[in-house]
């Protein structure tokens, strides 16, 4: 497979005949502080075993430049054995020594080698990120999962720098300006693993001790790093708190201790995804460092991200797929346990509900893609892989481990992981191994479960059938499954009435297995028609849930009157009440409603926040054209409503004044967010601090109430990289054609941006009040998708494929001109088809929904 890809079968033959002893690697970035370098030398040797002596090869490496190639002692020409990805390896031996210098690149991309220049004091930082296949991009290696060994990492850096890496540092040479770090050799890892983090990083250290079963004591260096001009933010001991309580939690759990000696966790700085698993030194997305007022479910889902990638240590690191078909063997288990542990382990009590709120409508979204795919996917090469971090491997993954819980048992699981962990250390496993682990510990067999959960794709949908006799009681409750694959179910059936004060109350749960198309629920038999039936009580399985016509009218007059005692039940009857919006069974207009109701009475500071983003989107891509002008303003006036009856300074007057200026756009609304930023205005407890002034100015610019020098002097007033872009979405964000244009230059014409503008350009763009703006694009948009495909790389190539989509254009015109497209470039890249099919999959949608809500 020519290019940067590599196919499957192309890594199934090199770990065929490739075993490898070691890597060490050197970097010298003791010039990155000059932006004149755009390059770093890299020294790469690598220790390996061939099995069929005489055979050829290659190695990966992605480098502007190869200064030289030495293999068993002979020198190599780099013009005749380097293609600009691959180092070819012929006539390998039994036992081989390569050695490979070269001139990588820093990237302004976030994939490899990050470099990045602070505007508060002009320090350079320096970050690694590699998955799936980008390791490559910093030193030579043979790039795949299963081809694991230990690295020593040599980086010689200025010497005002830390550096920080998989391992403890052994030694520091001072030589002048620079000081060069030596660390231990890892464990076996994948090459996407490893990571190199450099820097003038503010630091906080702490220890954590544990006594292990056999009497000895674990002891674990702690470490949480950001740029020093955020250490003012940095709440470390918030999260080395929940570190600590992670690692009782998985030792507790796993019985088998963190095998990778130090745990530093870094904030960086432009990074492309919440978080990355590297044992030893997770780096982290640095807005998870706070510098504004935030709700309480910000500060959630940072626990929840810590943990998650605190059980990737075990999921993930030490037991490694083999390739990338089976993802999901780490990313589905660390999505299910960041949530399990937080309830176990933490302060954060609300991580089920955030799951059956969030994280599932993710994979709903997903699942129902025409792309979608099992959760052991078919993966044929790394541009497939790149797009499977997707809602499937995660979200839906961590809902059928969830199932699978309540399936075989608690024990039953825990102990399964335990004997996996032990049994397959350091190794590679496939889908077999799991299951093989679960199968000794449960006593069930679990390959027909595994075929109908893990193995297909698509959602069930689950619905009550209720009869009654005259006497108003329940002759039969019956779920109905539907789908493409009717598949076994554990699950709970509530039954709610109203209580004397109102509230809507279960009274009665069953639980049972659910097997085939129709299920009787035989204990509800004789018992008074309830006000609610709601199917998947407590979230058990993964589906989408339904409502008999009895319940549904409950629900349109009581939403906001569910209880229960952890508020699951409110979550999961809003979820379904969203899916029902989305598959336009439900019109917008009466979804919207629902939210203008209830919204104000939802407790739950996470589902509230859902609950805005998806209003949002109800409005800007499911309503009727013609009403969504008066649904836009009575969203604006139940926002400023609420704002100022919530109470002072709460987490609900933030969501609130964070939502009326998403839907602010009447003079005198307007005119209240600019009151609101120049003290002339106020409401009482509103701490309009500067990530809230950003959402006003947001606000105003959208809507042509914000000039450019306005614009500029709050980016004085913020000179950081977070208000860098939120300057340029604002500017990007004006509605004339003369800013549109400049932002789809910035993106489309140049590849001068670093990957954070990108997202900003892209998000200011695309206002769904803009649609006139934005229209004359379109046709620019599917002239240019090959060429960015073929000249970006593939993380910049994704977000501009997805982000410049015409999404609000939602007409008929739209939906043709995308299958024209489709239908044109049969050919094109499979990974750039996957994404415009989805596109064209959420545009269809969206005029099925406007359909059902026209009145």
């Not at 996996?420 to 799991?434: I, P, Q, R, S």
């Not at 948009?781 to 000249?791: D, T």
Request: hydrophobic fraction near 40%; charged fraction near 25%.
């Amino acid at each position: 497979m020519p290019g940067k890809n590599l196919s499957r079968e192309e890594a199934r033959d090199r770990a065929g005949i490739i075993r490898v002893d070691s890597y060490r690697v050197h970097l010298d970035v003791s010039a990155a502080a000059d932006p004149g370098r755009p390059t770093f030398r890299s020294t790469t040797r690598i220790s390996f075993d061939c099995t069929s002596p005489g055979a050829s090869s290659f190695a990966d490496l992605l480098a502007p430049e190869v200064v030289s190639v030495e293999l068993n002692g002979r020198r190599l020409d780099p013009a005749e054995v380097f293609d600009g990805a691959r180092v070819a390896l012929p006539e390998l031996a039994a036992h081989n020594e390569l050695t490979v210098v070269a001139e990588c690149a820093y990237s302004r991309t976030g994939e490899g080698l990050h470099r990045f220049v602070d505007p508060v004091d002009g320090e350079t930082y320096l970050y690694t990120h590699y998955e799936p296949a980008d390791a490559r991009r910093v030193f030579a290696n043979f790039e795949q999962p299963d081809l694991k060994a230990p690295f020593s990492f040599t980086v010689t850096a200025p010497a005002a720098w830390d550096v920080y890496a998989n391992a403890v540092h052994e030694r520091i040479a001072e030589d002048g300006d620079t000081r060069t770090w030596e660390f231990a050799p890892t464990k076996p890892i994948s090459t996407y693993l490893t990571a190199v983090v450099a820097g003038p990083y503010h630091v906080v250290r702490d220890h954590y001790s544990r006594e292990l079963p056999d009497g000895s004591v674990l002891e674990v260096p702690l470490a949480a790093t950001c740029r020093r001009s955020l250490a003012p933010y940095f709440d470390a001991d918030e999260i080395l708190t929940v570190t600590k309580q992670g690692l009782d939690f998985f030792h507790d759990e796993f019985d088998y201790p963190y095998p990778f000696g130090k745990y530093d966790q870094c904030f960086v700085p432009e990074y492309n995804i919440g978080a990355m698993e590297n044992p030893g030194c997770v780096t982290f997305r640095e807005e998870f460092i706070y510098r504004s007022k935030v709700t309480e479910a910000a500060y959630e889902a940072r626990a929840n991200v810590i943990l998650h990638e605190m059980a990737h240590m075990w999921f993930g690191d030490l037991v490694t797929m083999k390739w990338w078909d089976d993802l999901w063997l780490k990313e589905s288990f660390a999505d299910f346990m960041g949530s399990f542990a937080q309830i176990e382990a933490t302060k954060y009590r609300s991580a089920w509900i955030t799951f059956a709120n969030r994280r599932k409508a993710w994979a709903y979204r997903q699942d129902q893609f025409p792309t979608t795919h099992p959760i052991t996917a078919d993966i044929r090469d790394l541009e497939d892989a790149k797009l499977n971090f997707d809602g499937i491997t995660y979200a839906k993954g961590a809902s059928v481990l969830k199932q699978l819980v309540a399936y075989v048992g608690r024990d039953a699981f825990f102990e399964g992981a335990r004997r996996y962990f032990k049994k397959h250390a350091f190794g590679n496993t496939v889908l077999g191994d799991l299951l093989d682990a679960l199968e000794e510990t449960s006593g069930r067999d679990l390959r027909a479960w595994s075929a109908a959960w893990l193995q297909t794709s698509g959602v069930n949908t689950l619905t009550p059938e209720l009869t009654h006799d005259a006497e108003g009681r329940i002759t039969e409750l019956a779920i109905r499954q539907d789908g493409d694959v009717l598949r076994p179910h554990r699950i709970a059936v509530g039954l709610y009435d109203l209580a004397e004060d109102g509230a809507l109350r279960r009274t009665d749960r069953y639980e049972l297995d659910l097997t085939g198309a129709r299920t009787v629920v035989a204990d509800a038999a004789g018992r008074s028609l309830p006000a609610l039936v709601l199917v998947n009580d407590d979230d058990l399985t993964y589906c989408k849930v339904r409502f008999d016509g009895r319940s549904l009218e409950t629900l349109r007059t009581g939403l906001g009157d569910l209880t229960g005692e952890t508020g699951l039940a409110r979550a999961l009857a809003w979820s379904a009440v969203w899916n029902l919006t989305r598959d336009g069974l439900m019109p917008t207009r009466d979804y919207l409603d629902l939210v203008q109701r209830f919204a104000g009475r939802e407790s739950d500071i996470g589902v509230l926040q859902s609950l805005h983003q998806q209003a949002g989107t109800a409005l800007e891509l499911y309503a009727d054209p013609a009403h969504r002008g008066e649904y836009g303003t009575a969203l604006a006036e139940v926002a400023l409503r609420e704002l100022n009856l919530a109470s002072p300074g709460s987490d609900h007057q933030l969501a609130w004044a964070r939502f009326f200026a998403e839907t602010a756009e009447r003079a005198d609304h307007l005119q209240l967010l600019r009151g609101l930023l120049d003290g002339t205005g106020r409401i009482d407890g509103l701490a309009v601090d500067q990530e809230l002034r950003w959402s006003f100015w947001l606000a105003l610019a959208t809507h042509g109430a914000a000039g450019t020098e306005e614009l500029s002097a709050e980016l004085a007033r913020d000179n950081t990289a977070s208000g860098r872009r939120q300057h340029t979405q604002c500017l990007a964000a004006r509605p004339t054609a003369d800013a549109k244009a400049a932002a789809w230059a910035a993106v489309v014409d140049s590849d001068e941006l670093p990957n954070a503008l990108v997202e900003a350009q892209i998000a200011g763009f695309n206002q769904a009040g803009q649609r006139e703006l934005t229209a004359p694009y379109s046709e620019p948009y599917f002239g240019m998708l090959e060429s960015i495909w073929a000249e970006r790389s593939i993380e910049i190539a994704m977000r501009i494929v997805g982000g410049f989509f015409p999404r609000y254009q939602t007409t008929p015109a739209t939906l043709a001109a995308t299958d024209a497209w489709l239908t044109a470039h049969q050919d094109a890249a499979p990974a750039l088809r996957r994404l415009v099919l989805e596109c064209r999959d959420d545009l269809a949608r969206a005029l099925r929904a406007q359909e059902c809500d026209v009145q």
